[in-house]
């Protein structure tokens, strides 16, 4: 009986830790991807709730950030699949977007703006490589896709994200 008292102990500690670490970078990705604050604090949430449950099951095969990122993305996933979040209007503007940035300018909304618009597949790959500053292999693992697909989804993103801001720089000056 003690020893599970001391395992439990043991969880709720990793538990507290883990959010400490990872609550803001779990909070930005399921903003990112679901366009909705209480969504993104609902599916944070859930993501940690779910990772306590899988404490005994993680086989540390990648990083807990990775595993974490993973449990968000398809926690995110799941909500967006939904009847009732299909639904619902998620269509953020620029002034919505309030996570705080290390310096914000007109630059950084227009580019935060520009990956809320990339399709899902695109904007995921994004987020994790460079908002979240995974390795190719670890957006690999959290996405459930090859490297080599990472890759090529990275450069389509980057196009398309340099071509929009281009069209939007020439609107504006």
Known sequence: MADAAGKESEQNEWLRQI???????IFRICFFYLGNEEDARDAAQETFLKAWCRYRKFRKDCSEKTWLMKIAVNRCRDMKRSAWFRRVSRNVTPEQINIPYEQTNEQNVD????????AGKQKEVILLRYDQGMSVTETAKVLGISPAAVTQRCKHALETLRRELTENEDIIG
């Open 19 to 25: 959010i400490r670490m990872y609550e803001k970078d």
């Open 111 to 118: 580019l935060a703006s520009a990956v809320m618009r990339l």
